[in-house]
Each structure stands twice: as structure tokens, then as C-alpha cells.
């Protein structure tokens, strides 16, 4: 189900193919198809994918976390015998088959990437599904969308990034509102990915220089479409447990093992697609955790009699790197002591002394008290960088002009690729139904072209409304579920878990609030008038309703208490049945409150948000966004699409956040509850649809992953340009 053209025996593609040959030998015959679909996550975002294995058995399947091989690993015999009986599951099920082998059949994007010289997109975390746990956040789902977009445009490209045995903390609230965290481990067998093998049928492993030994790494194979994510794994024998734990948990607290994922994942990945006979047209670095790959491009150049400084300007000839950190503690530095002790191998096999080492890693090379940070790495050893807004790009060229002294903040050579999102992943079922009838055959194929969303002026208001009417409810349904179950599990007394039983309307205005529970997020903005938030609470002619969710890190205490006075809104009468904080955000439950949400709030404190996407989701979907003028937000709006809160950066925060507070609440009162009210004869508020259509049709595109990798190709991997 990968490309058809000559691939290398060692890429994992047989590894792949003998996984769901495994699988399939263990259910009826009938049930193979399924066995093959279930090893490309290709069905994800494929229109009756997902629901081809919910058939099989529909509470297993959200059991395991909606993962296929689980499931069909776990599922009894009689759902498997009743599953292969159906004739109909099984047609759709061929029919799906056909459109993955259809897909992975379609010549490649033109230009001088291949899938012996792909683009190489290296990132620490991927969000591909909920069923492959190795994410954290807004990095990881991009890098995410990015692959699924790469395989709608078949573009020959290779992920690379780590296989978390454990992946990323599980969340439980206590009843003050305050974060636990857990971990589960994750068995890499039990879940679509395939370990990959040498020619003599042992697994291919590479070799990384670090803390003064060899690492073993082994490479897992998982298929998105047409695109190969390779993830790196330290759980071999020759390793020690030390050296096994640094694949144990995404950003884990230990600083020494965070710099060694990031050495693993730099150097790694690199080691990996050579030995699997892959040399990269483009390196392409998401975010500064990979940094060290162009240096190891150099090196294996130096290795193979290149003269160093001709070995470096190649690797950055290759290199296009984006950074997605406005905040300073984002771009974690290192003192010479743990770059010596992690990496002390690996500056002489590049062909340098440690010193020289150290000041690639510093915006004043000369400064022997700056600490080491990867973004500055980044930036030096690659052809092209941006941020990922315009208004990110404006920050990141003021907040690294350090590193081009001779040149004012606006000449800074780092460019801006706003992020998109990947519209059929998150697009729920329900809207996508209606925009096919109205927007015509293919026109997901065409998403980036505004043209396309000009016909979401055509769907009637009744359809359009009854839509939205169904999401939402199907929305409130899950979220008095969730709630129910999250209060019983943190001990909650029977009226407070019973008000979840009786409570959230389908029909009241229902307001969707989930992010990384960052400080600079400001999700405490929502109690900073508690009179004001009661009186929605309380208002019973124009109900408010409204579900939060968000994970604070585990070291982070202050998010953690602004998060704890969330829970504050418990003892404000109707607010038990009219405010839910959902537990353990993931992905699943993104897409719950990105489709069901009528309004989408997000707050940060001007200029961190680099770009924000959520709110993108939400928009596809027909939510409107009441946001700060930041980030994607502030290329948005345009004054009819939703709503703005400032943008402009206050030196005083306290100042700020009463300011903000008071706009937030004022727009909720005067104009987002009175025009989703306004009724006409027939109970549709046609005022509320204008904007909707006016965010669809804005924002669609413009904000489409589609777009995002459109300019990614054209202006910074440059595939149609000669390599000389």
C-alpha cells in the first residue's frame, strides 16, 4: 500500500506487509481486508474509515483507544464471526482497501525529492492518532497534519522522530481541580507500526555517540498513507537502562535525558535513512530538538574526504528550519558541563574542537557564559527558517537579530509559513456531508483554493442550522458522559454528579475553551470577573454552557493552580450544569469539542501564541472564534468572521488581564449571546450563519494544511530548483 516504485528491501515496507499478514492469519478470511487497512493509518481520515472498525465491535473499539490492531487482536471470536458474516461491512471494507491501494498508486509530486531522496521532516512528537500516544500538543498535531497533507499531495516524504515507550502523561483532576499525572506504557506490537528488519532479517539498527558510549537504536515503521514515519527506539538489549530510558517519556523532566533525546533524534534519524538507503533532498527541522541532523549530514561527508567547510554549506543547502517558540523558556539552553557529558564524542567527528561546538549553539559565539541552545543551531545550519504566523515571524526575527548583528530586526533572514490544518481529519463526518453536496465532487482535493468556500453561501440557513444543531447535540451528549464519569472517578458527592445527568442543553450556546494549560495561555482570564461569568452561568433566557480541557506540565506548578481555579466555579448555582472540565485532553477529545463548540475561545498574552490551530478546526467545522488578535488570529479576522480581543503587548500583565477580562466579557454580553439568540420566524439565527459562512469561507482556506505545505514546496524546499 506504499509507493510502487523501487523502494529499499530494508525501508520497512515487508516488515509492514508481514504485520497485517500476522494479523489477518488470526481472523476469518473474510476479515484480512481488515488486517491490511489496519496497518496504514491512511483510514483515518479515509470518509467511513473509522466506522468500519467501530462495526467490528464498538465498544472495544473505543476501549482500546480506537486502535485497529488492538481490536482485532482483542476482539471475541463471536464479534469476529459476526463481523466476517456481514456482507455489507466487508464491501465497504474492499471499498476502502481499493481507495488506499488507489492512493498509494498515483505518480509523485514532481520536482527532485523521491522516496530514495525524500524530504526528511523531523519533529519530537507526531499527533497521527489518538491510538499512537506520543504527543503532547499543538507541535505534534501539526507535525501530524503535515504528513497526512504530504500523502494527499504525494509528496515523497519520510517522517522521523521517537517511539515514547511511554509517550506523554495521562491526566486526572482531583476534586480542587488540581492535575495528577500517570503514564501507561505502549506496546509498539499492539499498535499499527512494524518493526523494521535488515536483509539478513534481523532488526536494522544504527549506532549514536552518546555520553561517552555507543547507543543502539531500532527504527519502527509506520505508515500514513503514503508517507513513512520511522520512530527510534531505545529499548534494545546492548543498551543500558539508562541509555533504554531515553525513549521512555516525551519531554520527561530529567534535563540530561531531554538533551540526549534530542541527540538520538538529531543524529538518529539520520544514521536510520542511511542505512534504509534514503539520502535526503531536504531536512526539514520542526522546531529546534533535531538540530544536531545537519551537523551529522556534514559529518558523513567529512567521513567520505570532504573538505569541513564544504561539508557544512551542503548540509545547510539541504536544511530549512522552523521554529515555533516565541517563549523564552521554550529554547531551553545547556551549560558547557551537559554538553560535554551528553555529547563530548560527537564535536570531533564533525570535524571540530568543543569550543568552536559550543558557539554554533549561541547567539554570541564569543560569550563563554551563554548557555547552548538548539533554536540558534537551528537557525545557523539551515538554508531557510520561519515562523509559523506572520506575526510569529515578526517576534522570531526580533528575538534572534543577536545572531545577524549587521543587520536590523527586519532584515533578519527568517521567513513566516503560517500553519494550516489537515481539513479531512478534522472535518467531522456530519459537516463534511453537507460541504460535499455544496462545494462539488473533489473539492477537498482543491481546499487551499478560496474559490472552493466561495459556495458556503449557497447552503440554506435551515440546512446549515440543522447541521450545527446535530453536532452540538451529538457534542453535549458526550460531554454529559465524560462528566459523569470524570466526577464519579474524582469522588464527587451524588448532586454534583447527578446535575451532570440532567444538565448541558443541546440547544444552549456552548462555548469550547482547550489548550496546553500554559501561563501565558491565560485560561484564569474566564474567573477574573466572577460576578460577570455568574450571570451567564445564571442567565436562563440566553444559556451559556461551558466544557474545558487542557493538560498543564508536570513541572509546571503555576498552570497547574490557574487550571485549580477553574474548579472554583463548582459552588455558583447552575455551574454544575453548565461548566465540565474534561479530563486527559487528547486528540479524541479535540475533535469532539472542535466540531460540537458554537463559540471558541482562545486568550494568550500577546505575542506568545506563534500560532495557534485549534481555533482553525473549529472554523472548518462552522464554530466561530472569539480570540486574541495574535498568533493565526491576527491574519484571520477581518472584522466580520468572529470576534478580536487586543493584540498589542503591556508591559504591566496585571493591567492587560483586567483589561482583556472586561473586553471577553463585554463581547459575550453585548454581542455573541444577543446574535446567536436572534431568532426569525422559523427559530434560525440568520445573523449567526452570516458569520459562520464568513469564517468558513475565510478561513478554510487560507488556514488549510493544504496551503501550509503548498508553501513549504514552493518557497523553502525549493523541489523544482536543480541541485546544481
Avoid at 143 to 164: C, F, H
Avoid at 256 to 283: H, K
Avoid at 548 to 564: F, I, M, T, V
Wanted: hydrophobic share 40%; net charge negative; glycine share 8%.
Amino acid at each position: 500500500m506504499t509507493e510502487t516504485i523501487t523502494a529499499p528491501a530494508t525501508d520497512g515496507t515487508r516488515d509492514i506487509d508481514a504485520a497485517a499478514r500476522d494479523l489477518a492469519a488470526r481472523m476469518p478470511a473474510s476479515l484480512g481486508v481488515l488486517a491490511t487497512i489496519a496497518y496504514n493509518y491512511r483510514w483515518s481520515w479515509h470518509p467511513g474509515g473509522p466506522e468500519l472498525f467501530a462495526a467490528v465491535d464498538a465498544e472495544r473499539w473505543e476501549w482500546t483507544n480506537q486502535n485497529p490492531v488492538r481490536l482485532l487482536h482483542e476482539t471475541s471470536s463471536a464479534a469476529l464471526d459476526r463481523a466476517a458474516g456481514d456482507p455489507g461491512l466487508i464491501e465497504r471494507a474492499q471499498g476502502v482497501l481499493a481507495a488506499i491501494e488507489a492512493d498509494a498508486a498515483r505518480p509523485p509530486f514532481p520536482g527532485r525529492a523521491s522516496s530514495t531522496r525524500p524530504v526528511a521532516f523531523l519533529c519530537a512528537e507526531f499527533a497521527v492518532h489518538v491510538s499512537l500516544p506520543i504527543y503532547a500538543g499543538g507541535l505534534g498535531v501539526l507535525a501530524g497534519d503535515i504528513l497526512k497533507q504530504s500523502s494527499d499531495l504525494a509528496l515523497p516524504m519520510v517522517g522521523v522522530g521517537l517511539l515514547y515507550r511511554q509517550g506523554y502523561f495521562l491526566q486526572r483532576m482531583d476534586q480542587s481541580g488540581y492535575q495528577h499525572e500517570y503514564w501507561f506504557p505502549l506496546d509498539p506490537e499492539r499498535v499499527p507500526a512494524a518493526l523494521v528488519h535488515n536483509t539478513d532479517g534481523e532488526p536494522l539498527t544504527v549506532r549514536v555517540p552518546l555520553r561517552g558510549r555507543d547507543v543502539v537504536v531500532q527504527v519502527w515503521r509506520v505508515d500514513v498513507g503514503r508517507v513513512r514515519l520511522y520512530l527510534l527506539d531505545a529499548q534494545r538489549p546492548e543498551n543500558s537502562r539508562i541509555d533504554r530510558w531515553i525513549t521512555g517519556r516525551l519531554y520527561v523532566s530529567d534535563r540530561a535525558t531531554r538533551l540526549a533525546q534530542y541527540a538520538l533524534l538529531g543524529i538518529g534519524s539520520m544514521r536510520a535513512l542511511d542505512a534504509m538507503g534514503m539520502d535526503p533532498s531536504v531536512v526539514h527541522l520542526n522546531e529546534g530538538h533535531a538540530a544536531l541532523a545537519p551537523l551529522e549530514l556534514a559529518r558523513r561527508d567529512i567521513v567520505a574526504g570532504a573538505e569541513r567547510n564544504a561539508a557544512f554549506i551542503a548540509a545547510r543547502e539541504r536544511t530549512v528550519f522552523t521554529t515555533h517558540t516565541p517563549v523564552g523558556a521554550g529554547n531551553e539552553g545547556y551549560d558547557p558541563a551537559e554538553i560535554a557529558e551528553v555529547l563530548s564524542a560527537f564535536p570531533e567527528q564533525v570535524g571540530m574542537d568543543f569550543d568552536s561546538f559550543l558557539q554554533l549553539g549561541r547567539t554570541r559565539p564569543d560569550n563563554p557564559h551563554e548557555p547552548f541552545v538548539m533554536t540558534p543551531l537551528g537557525i545557523k545550519m539551515s538554508r531557510e527558517a520561519n515562523g509559523v504566523s506572520r506575526r510569529h515571524g515578526e517576534v522570531a526575527r526580533q528575538m534572534w537579530q543577536s545572531l545577524f548583528p549587521e543587520r536590523p530586526a527586519d532584515a533578519v533572514p527568517i521567513g513566516y509559513v503560517t500553519n494550516g490544518v489537515h481539513v479531512p481529519t478534522w472535518l467531522a463526518p456530519r459537516m463534511r456531508e453537507l460541504l460535499d453536496r455544496y462545494l462539488g465532487h473533489g473539492w477537498i482535493d482543491r481546499a487551499a483554493d478560496p474559490d472552493t468556500w466561495q459556495a458556503v453561501d449557497r447552503i440554506p440557513d435551515d440546512e446549515l442550522w440543522s447541521v450545527r444543531n446535530t453536532m452540538r447535540a451529538e457534542f453535549i451528549a458526550y460531554v454529559r458522559d465524560r462528566t459523569i464519569a470524570n466526577r464519579l472517578a474524582r469522588g464527587e458527592p451524588r448532586w454534583y454528579v447527578e446535575a451532570a445527568e440532567r444538565g448541558f442543553s443541546a440547544d444552549a450556546l456552548t462555548i469550547g475553551f482547550a489548550r496546553r494549560l500554559a501561563s501565558y495561555k491565560r485560561i484564569y482570564l474566564l474567573t477574573l470577573e466572577p460576578q460577570r461569568m455568574e450571570r451567564l452561568l445564571l442567565n436562563t433566557d440566553s444559556p451559556v454552557q461551558l466544557v474545558l480541557a487542557g493538560k498543564a506540565h508536570p513541572q509546571d506548578e503555576e498552570s497547574k493552580r490557574a487550571a485549580q481555579g477553574l474548579f472554583a466555579f463548582k459552588g455558583t448555582p447552575q455551574a454544575a450544569e453548565r461548566v465540565s472540565f474534561l479530563d486527559n485532553y487528547s486528540l479524541a477529545t479535540a475533535m469532539q469539542m472542535v466540531s460540537g463548540c458554537d463559540l471558541w475561545i482562545n486568550l494568550p498574552r500577546p505575542p506568545l501564541e506563534a500560532s495557534g490551530t485549534s481555533g482553525m478546526k473549529a472554523a472548518v467545522n462552522g464554530s466561530l472564534n472569539l480570540s486574541v488578535l495574535d498568533g493565526w488570529w491576527a491574519e484571520a479576522y477581518d472584522g466580520g468572521n468572529g470576534w478580536a480581543l487586543p493584540g498589542d503587548i503591556a508591559f504591566d500583565h496585571a493591567v492587560q488581564d483586567a483589561r482583556d477580562a472586561a473586553v471577553l466579557y463585554d463581547l459575550m454580553e453585548h454581542e455573541v449571546l444577543p446574535l446567536f439568540y436572534a431568532r426569525d420566524t422559523r427559530g434560525v439565527p440568520v445573523g449567526w450563519l452570516e458569520k459562520v459562512r464568513a469564517s468558513m469561507r475565510t478561513c478554510g482556506p487560507r488556514f488549510s494544511a493544504a496551503r501550509t505545505m503548498h508553501d513549504y514546496i514552493d518557497r523553502a524546499y525549493a523541489l523544482t530548483r536543480s541541485t546544481g
